[in-house]
């Protein structure tokens, strides 16, 4: 065989795999990417930081917004650099932020020198991953529809409201290429890789412990139904894979004290810079009910929690469903989502965390095939929002 006709093969190896399915979501994803970036061009030349501007500013500036600058800096910098840490005054508490980002990120830099680039392109490559897994997974939870499952779902999840964050330089692409596949794993029981991928995953996100418990609820599960003996024991002989999951966390707590003297040196950052100070829920509540509604904030903030609260409330609706569906492994991580987030000072993030609900798009989807009238309803209500909130991000202001 040429070489090259050898190396044609290889590079289109990954493609050969592809079945008439996932391309059908891929190409999905591929018009949403360009929807954005079209909305993207428009918030840069139509709602300049200096509205008399006649200079849109730099082309990825747009994307360039809140979390991204402490991604950026870690990458570029590391946790401490020099002598400067928690202890130096105006501290930007970078630790908070774990490292499977920034670590990707710093990769992807020494092939694109511009960090904006890099981040986009480190959230593009791992964004087709997710909605290759989620379709697979879709088909996997809604037997019978066919390749018609798979596409809606992921339809519904990439005009989600905060689809934006998906493009972005942020985390939410990263951790839903290693949750999902994860996941995709589990469902088959290769519980080696559903362990890997899930210690991955917990470098990118905390949400990645969560999905850790629901790996464990599942494979216990899968032990507890098993009708043969010798069935059950093959299960358990897989039981050391999912304890892999605890080891990243442990060696990036340890990373931490090395420099900082405090093995809690995360969850204080957090509570530093984020308000994430345990409060019981209806406390959390009612301070993000205050902050919606109180004229506490300028509109925009006050929009935002409004959108925490609609968040929260669907979440809780979700876990409700799913606790009726007798879907205990993915309750146990909405659960523990739900907790986490819903115990703060106040809600923070809770709508960027829907995209990581992979349950609410599979439930829409499946909602959606039994009543045609819903998708129709979906499209005209999550787009003039996803829009909205896409909008509000790319023009610096908070998206949550």
Do not use: N
């Not at 909605?131 to 999840?157: D, K």
């Not at 903030?301 to 606790?323: D, I, P, R, S």
């Amino acid at each position: 065989m040429p070489r090259a006709t050898r190396l044609r093969s290889r590079l289109t190896a990954p493609l050969a795999r592809l079945d008439p399915g996932d391309r059908e979501v891929l190409w999905l994803y591929l018009l949403t990417r360009l929807a954005l970036a079209i909305t993207a061009y428009g918030a840069r030349w139509l709602f300049p930081a200096d509205r008399d501007a006649h200079d849109p500013g730099p082309l990825l500036a747009p994307f360039e917004r809140w979390d991204w600058g402490f991604y950026q800096r870690i990458a570029r910098e590391g946790y401490f650099p020099g002598t400067t840490g928690p202890w130096t005054e105006g501290w930007d508490h970078r630790e908070a932020f774990l490292p499977g980002f920034p670590s990707a990120l710093r990769l992807a830099h020494t092939v694109v020198p511009d960090w904006a680039a890099a981040g986009l392109l480190v959230s593009f490559a791992a964004g087709a991953v997710a909605v290759v897994a989620l379709g697979r997974i879709a088909r996997v939870c809604l037997p019978g529809t066919g390749t018609a499952g798979g596409r809606r779902t992921v339809l519904f999840f990439l005009l989600s409201p905060c689809a934006v964050f998906l493009a972005a330089g942020y985390t939410e692409a990263l951790f839903l290429a290693l949750a999902l596949p994860a996941w995709l794993a589990a469902l088959r029981r290769a519980w080696p890789l559903a362990a890997v991928l899930t210690a991955l995953a917990t470098t990118v996100r905390a949400s990645g412990l969560f999905l850790a418990a629901a790996l464990v609820t599942h494979f216990a599960l899968s032990a507890y139904r098993s009708d043969r003996p010798e069935d059950r024991r093959a299960v358990w002989r897989q039981a050391p894979w999912p304890a892999l999951c605890a080891l990243p966390p442990a060696a990036y707590s340890a990373y931490l004290f090395t420099y900082t003297g405090d093995w809690m040196a995360w969850k204080h950052a957090q509570e530093r810079g984020w308000y994430r100070t345990f409060h019981w829920p209806w406390e959390s509540w009612a301070h993000t009910w205050d902050s919606a509604f109180g004229r506490l904030h300028t509109t925009g903030y006050a929009v935002m929690f409004q959108t925490e609260l609609a968040a929260m409330a669907a979440g809780l609706l979700l876990l409700g469903a799913l606790l009726w569906w007798r879907r205990w492994p993915e309750a146990v991580y909405l659960a523990l989502t739900l907790w986490a987030l819903g115990t703060s000072y106040w809600y923070l993030s809770v709508p960027r965390s829907t995209l990581l609900w992979w349950p609410l798009w599979i439930a829409l989807a499946a909602l959606s095939l039994r009543r045609p009238r819903f998708t129709t309803a979906y499209l005209c209500l999550a787009v003039p929002i996803s829009t909205a909130v896409a909008l509000t991000f790319l023009t610096g202001r908070w998206a949550g």
